[in-house]
């Protein structure tokens, strides 16, 4: 993995938007798969900076989302796809029906995903995929466990977990338990990963994704068998490695 340590964050987010900018300018109706959390925060305010000054063009663009919380419609403020609107569909020339998305409010989980997968096989692979670690080392929502997940599922979200994604609820029993997320073999089809992680928070599983033994004890460690995935770090996350 092609590992890069920055000073800042806002260094980080400007070289996440080179990426992007680099995949849309070879191939204007790029893929692009997207995460949220705190992480990509930065990155999506770069790249509607470049949308603005005309260096980055979504006209042609399609969206797949890594996950959404099951049980949660889209116009939640609380949903991922509320999430992406503000962060970023708001501001870049993204057509609507180019978003892709798990559809948090299906009853049928199972069939959501088969759904979710079956849209991303037609339409991808994914050219560039946008990742945040879980201090336990999750991706998306692909939990440590003994087995991990190919494709797209229903996951039970880890302890760990809820207790980190608290923060963005009133009540910690507010936070959903379960989530629809793409599994790690979908993850790992994309052609080009990008894996960011800032804080000192994230050392640890910094240190389990990059030297640790490959495994389902750290999900983000089976990144190290793609070839072609880039990890930005600042210098809290990359303290321990
Ligand atoms: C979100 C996602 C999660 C986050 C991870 C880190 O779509 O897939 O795996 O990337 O939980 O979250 P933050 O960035 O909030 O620390």
Redesign the pocket.
Same mark, same amino acid.
């Given at each position: 993995m092609n590992v890069k340590v920055f000073k800042t964050q806002a260094e980080i987010a400007a070289a996440a938007a080179d990426f992007f900018c680099e995949v849309l300018l070879k191939k204007p109706n790029a893929v692009l798969g997207l995460?949220?959390?705190?992480?990509?925060m930065l990155t999506y305010e770069a790249l509607a900076g470049r949308s603005a000054a005309g260096l980055a063009d979504f006209s042609a663009v399609h969206t797949f @989302?890594?996950?959404e919380y099951w049980g949660i419609a889209p116009e939640d403020e609380q949903s991922?796809r509320y999430f992406m609107q503000k962060r970023l569909f708001d501001k870049v020339n993204i057509r609507p029906e180019n978003i892709h998305f798990p559809d948090g409010l299906a009853e049928d989980a199972q069939a959501e995903c088969a759904r979710y997968e079956a849209e991303l096989a037609a339409l991808g692979p994914v050219d560039l995929q946008l990742?945040?670690?879980?201090r336990n080392g999750?991706?998306?929502?692909n939990e440590p466990a003994e087995k991990m997940r190919a494709k797209c599922f229903c996951a039970e979200l880890a302890e760990a977990?809820i207790k980190? @994604?608290r923060r963005f609820f009133a009540r910690e029993e507010d936070v959903p338990r379960r989530a629809l997320?793409m599994g790690l073999g979908t993850i790992l089809s994309a052609k080009k990963i990008l894996m960011i992680a800032t804080g000192e928070n994230?050392a640890g599983a910094v240190y389990s994704m990059l030297r640790g033994e490959i495994s389902g004890k750290c999900p983000a460690s089976f990144l190290r068998t793609h070839g072609d995935a880039a990890v930005l770090l600042d210098e809290y996350a990359a303290a321990l490695i």
């Open positions: 995460s949220t959390g705190s992480t990509p @989302n890594l996950d991922y990742l945040g670690i879980g999750h991706i998306g929502f977990t980190a @994604n997320t994230k």
